[in-house]
């Protein structure tokens, strides 16, 4: 089952929420791709937006695409 959340513009950005969600600010982006979103920041949200969340990947040393651990 996807861990889902609800965002709104005074989450700030996704690099906020990955780094409060997932623990890794530069794993912005995965949620970005997961949610169909191509910009990190969320203060054009006027009503609260439910995100999907990825799982944790202890793989990665860093949310940055091909960096593993």
Known sequence: M???IKV???DGTLY???ARQLNDATA???IA???GMTDPD???FTTPVTLVLPAID???NSGVPGVAA
């Open 2 to 4: 996807a861990l889902t």
């Open 58 to 60: 202890t793989a990665l």
């Open 33 to 35: 791709q997961l949610n």
């Open 16 to 18: 906020h929420v990955a």
């Open 28 to 30: 912005w982006w995965r």
């Open 8 to 10: 709104t513009a005074a």
């Open 42 to 44: 969320l203060s054009t």
